[in-house]
């Protein structure tokens, strides 16, 4: 029965749709600045990095490796946060599986840092 109300559920389209999607992003992104110090340190990181890396580019190209991984960091970082806002959701006792999953959503942010430096190490090294 609740598959029928799922398929029977208003979904809005076209122009309506894109004004509620943005809504939606333009709030994960407040709340996000608001409630984690990571994706504040991050973006204050991207603010540095980002015009360093379209001066340093040479190419359009290189403007682009350069940018790319830093916009990467911070999207990775929305992902880690609403994976641990999750899992807090669910419970804030100890689990291992939670846990793990909050771990695994920094592992990401931390690879998203090694490719950050790789990238900047191999376009500006390999000139």
Do not use: C
């Amino acid at each position: 029965m609740e598959a029928d109300a799922a398929v029977d559920r208003y979904k809005p389209r076209g122009l309506t749709r894109v004004l509620r999607a943005v809504g939606a992003s333009l709030r994960g992104l407040a709340g996000a600045y608001r409630e984690e110090a990571a994706f504040r340190q991050e973006l204050a990181f991207a603010g540095v990095v980002i015009p360093l890396g379209l001066w340093l580019g040479h190419t359009g190209s290189e403007r682009a490796l350069l940018i790319g991984p830093v916009l990467l960091i911070l999207i990775v970082e929305l992902v880690n946060s609403a994976i641990e806002a999750t899992v807090d959701r669910i419970g804030f006792e100890r689990h291992a599986l939670a846990g793990l999953a909050k771990d695994i959503g920094s592992a990401a942010v931390l690879m998203s840092f090694v490719l950050l430096g790789a990238v900047w190490l191999l376009v500006l090294l390999g000139r």
